[in-house]
């Protein structure tokens, strides 16, 4: 029996507040701030920086990377590619050998947790993101947010939780849909959903008849979140992921917050009504404490950053404005990608196995001693570095200017020009830390081209 070894989430940084989306439409729209997606970021690099998240240094100082994940099942309804797998530029990003595999599961939100079965039942990563959009002033737009969650299984002797039953039932009806090529989805009246729901979630309630310490009870209906309390006996823990619906990422962020509290011993109970209903009980174990993600679902949370409802609007293509009158950049080429594949994806250099310089990107000549072929892989996404110089572009091609570039030198070795995601060069100094992250530089003719970009630190 699989369990869970580690797990991680992204929550993005950027915040619209709903005050601000009140005022520009004319509606209310309540408290608070919804969490979105930057620009640069989509399905794709979210994805990535979950399960980054999830494989990161444990307490004990175990790399969880040195664990080898058998498979990589990503779940999203709102891909950056059809008719391509989205999963294996995942699979660059992470390093991961080349036997192990990749696919997508797309299409609702209980692709969740198709690939929650596939990644337990032979111990692999399941990876799940979603960007949700609504159109403007709907309660999608308003109740929606943007994340990612990643949970990694293997031997449950070395798991912080184990599932210790299960229940699913599937039925048919119409109640959430989106056509291929539309935008935004559509919904059907909030109480025919619930009762198709309801009968669901009872009949899988009383087959795991449990008295758990923690419910989860996620649902695209809103019906089924507002009755949770009366379908679901227990200490309800949450409804919905704290960032507000999140496609097939609500029951993993949802999860992964009641995770970051739970104590030793404890009952978490997963019920998932979407397209059916799927419920879990798990049960967490003596490693829980020491098995925590870095940084909590509610840390995430709290540290954001305000963007406006209207460039957020132009992030999403729903509002057409003037793009930067700048030549776009060139589309990126299937050749050169795939020769470079070890560096653009998972930031691979090259050291010199005579003189130890590093080489950014990887060369077969040393700029150092000119060893020619003396070169051995040394991969840095994981590496922090130290500003030496920046610089703020208002005149370079982008979607949210300023473009702030930097010169960074890493620990260890190595120095590279990179762009800064999430900056407007305020916050940035020389001698600033960074570390790495994957996003999108681009998309051009239809083509996304992915690297890493670097973002700073506040404290380490």
Same mark, same amino acid.
């Given at each position: 029996?699989?369990?869970?070894?580690?797990?991680?989430?992204?929550?993005?940084?950027?915040?619209?507040?709903?005050?601000? %989306? /009140? #005022?520009?439409? $004319?509606?209310? &729209?309540?408290? @608070?701030?919804? !969490?979105? =997606?930057?620009?640069?970021?989509?399905?794709?690099?979210?994805?990535?920086?979950?399960?980054?998240?999830?494989?990161?240094?444990?307490?004990?100082?175990?790399?969880?990377?040195?664990?080898?994940?058998?498979?990589?099942?990503?779940?999203?309804?709102?891909?950056?590619?059809?008719?391509?797998?989205?999963?294996?530029?995942?699979?660059?990003?992470?390093?991961?050998?080349?036997?192990?595999?990749?696919?997508?599961?797309?299409?609702?939100?209980?692709?969740? %947790? /198709? #690939?929650?079965? $596939?990644?337990? &039942?032979?111990? @692999?990563?399941? !990876?799940? =993101?979603?960007?949700?959009?609504?159109?403007?002033?709907?309660?999608?737009?308003?109740?929606?947010?943007?994340?990612?969650?990643?949970?990694?299984?293997?031997?449950?002797?070395?798991?912080?939780?184990?599932?210790?039953?299960?229940?699913?039932?599937?039925?048919?009806?119409?109640?959430?849909?989106?056509?291929?090529?539309?935008?935004?989805?559509?919904?059907?009246?909030?109480?025919?959903?619930?009762?198709?729901?309801?009968?669901?979630?009872?009949?899988?309630? /009383?087959?795991?008849?449990?008295?758990?310490?923690?419910?989860?009870?996620?649902?695209?209906?809103?019906?089924?979140?507002?009755?949770?309390?009366?379908?679901?006996?227990?200490?309800?823990?949450?409804?919905?992921?704290?960032?507000?619906?999140?496609?097939?990422?609500?029951?993993?962020?949802?999860?992964?917050?009641?995770?970051?509290?739970?104590?030793?011993?404890?009952?978490?109970?997963?019920?998932?009504?979407?397209?059916?209903?799927?419920?879990?009980?798990?049960?967490?174990?003596?490693?829980?404490?020491?098995?925590?993600?870095?940084?909590?679902? /509610?840390?995430?949370?709290?540290?954001?950053?305000?963007?406006?409802?209207?460039?957020?609007?132009?992030?999403?293509?729903?509002?057409?404005?003037?793009?930067?009158?700048?030549?776009?950049?060139?589309?990126?080429?299937?050749?050169?990608?795939?020769?470079?594949?070890?560096?653009?994806?998972?930031?691979?250099?090259?050291?010199?196995?005579?003189?130890?310089?590093?080489?950014?990107?990887?060369?077969?000549?040393?700029?150092?001693?000119?060893?020619?072929?003396?070169?051995?892989?040394?991969?840095?996404?994981?590496?922090?570095?130290?500003?030496?110089?920046?610089?703020?572009?208002?005149?370079?091609?982008?979607?949210?200017?300023?473009?702030?570039?930097?010169?960074?030198?890493?620990?260890?070795?190595?120095?590279?020009?990179?762009?800064?995601?999430?900056?407007?060069?305020?916050?940035?100094?020389?001698?600033?830390?960074?570390?790495?992250?994957?996003?999108?530089?681009?998309?051009?003719?239809?083509?996304?081209?992915?690297?890493?970009?670097?973002?700073?630190?506040?404290?380490?």
């Amino acid at each position: 029996m699989n369990g869970i070894l580690a797990y991680g989430t992204y929550i993005p940084s950027g915040r619209v507040q709903h005050a601000d %989306i /009140a #005022a520009t439409l $004319g509606v209310k &729209a309540g408290r @608070g701030s919804r !969490v979105v =997606a930057s620009f640069d970021e989509d399905t794709t690099t979210m994805g990535v920086a979950a399960a980054r998240a999830a494989l990161h240094p444990c307490a004990g100082g175990e790399s969880m990377d040195s664990l080898t994940a058998h498979g990589l099942f990503f779940a999203t309804t709102s891909p950056a590619y059809a008719d391509k797998t989205n999963a294996t530029a995942q699979h660059a990003a992470l390093g991961l050998p080349a036997d192990v595999f990749a696919a997508d599961l797309a299409g609702s939100a209980r692709s969740a %947790i /198709a #690939a929650f079965t $596939g990644a337990r &039942a032979v111990g @692999g990563l399941a !990876v799940l =993101a979603d960007v949700r959009v609504g159109r403007p002033g709907s309660a999608d737009e308003v109740g929606g947010g943007d994340g990612a969650a990643a949970f990694l299984f293997g031997d449950a002797a070395e798991a912080i939780a184990v599932v210790v039953a299960e229940s699913c039932v599937t039925s048919e009806f119409l109640d959430r849909w989106r056509t291929p090529g539309t935008v935004a989805g559509s919904q059907w009246e909030e109480r025919f959903g619930l009762d198709e729901y309801v009968p669901l979630i009872e009949r899988v309630v /009383a087959d795991l008849g449990a008295d758990p310490d923690h419910v989860v009870v996620v649902s695209p209906n809103t019906g089924v979140i507002k009755r949770a309390a009366q379908l679901v006996k227990g200490r309800l823990s949450t409804t919905s992921s704290p960032i507000g619906h999140a496609g097939t990422a609500d029951v993993g962020i949802a999860l992964a917050a009641v995770l970051d509290t739970a104590e030793p011993h404890q009952t978490i109970l997963v019920i998932s009504a979407a397209d059916g209903c799927d419920g879990l009980l798990l049960r967490t174990t003596d490693r829980i404490s020491e098995g925590r993600q870095p940084v909590s679902v /509610a840390d995430q949370l709290a540290d954001g950053t305000d963007v406006s409802y209207a460039t957020y609007l132009s992030w999403r293509g729903l509002l057409d404005r003037e793009p930067p009158r700048r030549p776009e950049p060139d589309r990126a080429a299937a050749p050169p990608s795939a020769r470079a594949r070890a560096w653009k994806f998972s930031f691979t250099g090259s050291r010199c196995s005579q003189c130890r310089l590093v080489h950014l990107p990887p060369g077969r000549v040393c700029k150092g001693c000119g060893a020619i072929d003396s070169m051995v892989p040394v991969a840095l996404s994981r590496i922090h570095g130290t500003v030496a110089t920046y610089t703020v572009d208002r005149l370079a091609y982008s979607p949210a200017p300023p473009l702030v570039a930097a010169v960074v030198d890493f620990d260890g070795g190595g120095r590279y020009t990179l762009e800064v995601a999430d900056s407007s060069g305020e916050e940035l100094r020389v001698g600033s830390r960074v570390a790495l992250t994957f996003r999108r530089l681009n998309t051009t003719g239809g083509v996304h081209n992915y690297f890493w970009k670097a973002r700073v630190v506040h404290s380490e």
